[in-house]
């Protein structure tokens, strides 16, 4: 890694020159405000970050912005799942505070955009084309680029794409990285160790102006929902099955999933349960202020849960199981009815995305 000093020690030292220093220590210098990063100049040039600042105040929430930054988002895919909604959320807030946000997909991939900005944020990373991959990777690790890393899953770690060798890279070189439960963090340092610090959790990113008590919808004593996006083995299927039969003379069920015609038949003797395809998001408040309970059971390490989040801020008890990180978020107590509190964990919610640029404007800050 190609460095110059810029703390008064190292600078009496060494001088001004240009260094090339392993990986590792141009890392910890950086971050430790020590040195900069020094880009090939053989390379094509990448935005220095501005010096100017300005006051942005909305909401009556003042934030400072290093000029006006231009970030770059990367995420891999346009399909709205419950990552794509929570990013939607976060990158609404982004905007609002002026901030100035290109989103880069596959289908909108423009290295000129990508090399003017002053940082990026890695959100979903696995199916770029070979070269859009690699002229990122050259932008974060060549180049310098700062970035942060904005995790929704396990999938840097566990599972057929796992690639432990580019999580330590991103995870360590990044100058902030982003979770969305303690469970999801804690995994990490189990595979990852410290090279996940600096770290901060993100509660889930929900709009709480659309999911929200709904005192005109009656709510039905016992009723059971489940709304997961697509109810694959994954994602609880077989779970969901047992559950049901074991509780079908207690309980009501609704599954809501878009591959209603998969699952459809395999519930169809079983009593209580009634299957619909999903409905538009706007649709959802309404299903989860009719139910009392909504339900999560993942086979699979399910990063926080948002669809338990939503039946939450809209009144539900939580059903869920070890393996979905909102259970984590001990300070709400969820699943706890006596000491839950929702305000607080709507407070919370509303104010996550607010939060997440805070964070990484004051991480950003320090690289200057």
Request: charge should be positive; charged fraction near 30%; include cysteine.
């Amino acid at each position: 890694m190609r460095i110059r000093y810029i703390a008064r020690e190292e600078v009496s030292r060494f001088g001004t020159g240009v260094f090339t220093v392993p990986d590792e220590r141009g890392v910890q210098l950086v971050r430790a405000g020590r040195a900069r990063a020094e880009i090939d100049p053989a390379r094509p040039a990448v935005s220095k970050i501005p010096n100017k600042e300005k006051a942005v105040k909305v909401d009556g929430k003042k934030f400072i912005t290093p000029g006006r930054p231009l970030v770059g988002w990367i995420h891999d895919t346009e399909k709205l799942g419950g990552a794509e909604l929570s990013n939607q959320t976060v990158l609404g807030v982004g905007k609002k505070l002026g901030v100035g946000i290109y989103e880069c997909f596959p289908r909108t991939f423009d290295k000129s955009l990508l090399a003017k900005c002053d940082f990026l944020i890695i959100n979903n990373f696995f199916f770029f084309e070979d070269a859009q991959y690699h002229f990122i990777l050259d932008l974060l690790f060549e180049h310098g680029m700062p970035f942060v890393k904005y995790e929704h899953d396990h999938r840097e770690i566990i599972g057929d794409q796992a690639r432990h060798g580019l999580a330590r890279l991103l995870f360590g070189r990044s100058f902030l990285n982003v979770f969305i439960s303690p469970f999801q963090l804690n995994n990490h340092r189990k595979h990852l160790g410290d090279v996940i610090d600096a770290c901060w959790v993100l509660p889930p990113a929900i709009d709480t102006s659309i999911f929200k008590l709904l005192p005109e919808v009656p709510r039905e004593k016992n009723k059971v929902v489940n709304l997961c996006g697509k109810l694959y083995e994954s994602k609880g299927f077989r779970h969901m099955l047992h559950f049901c039969l074991a509780k079908e003379k207690e309980y009501s069920f609704e599954i809501y999933t878009k591959n209603e015609q998969e699952v459809r038949p395999v519930f169809k003797e079983v009593k209580n349960v009634k299957v619909h395809s999903l409905l538009p998001n706007k649709s959802l408040p309404e299903i989860y202020n009719s139910a009392e309970y909504t339900i999560h059971i993942p086979q699979a390490l399910e990063a926080c849960g948002r669809s338990i989040a939503e039946g939450i801020l809209c009144g539900c008890k939580p059903l869920i199981n070890k393996n979905v990180g909102i259970g984590s978020f001990d300070e709400y107590h969820i699943g706890n009815e006596k000491r839950f509190k929702l305000d607080r964990f709507r407070e919370a919610v509303k104010n996550g995305p607010w939060r997440f640029w805070k964070e990484v404007e004051l991480h950003f800050r320090k690289l200057k």
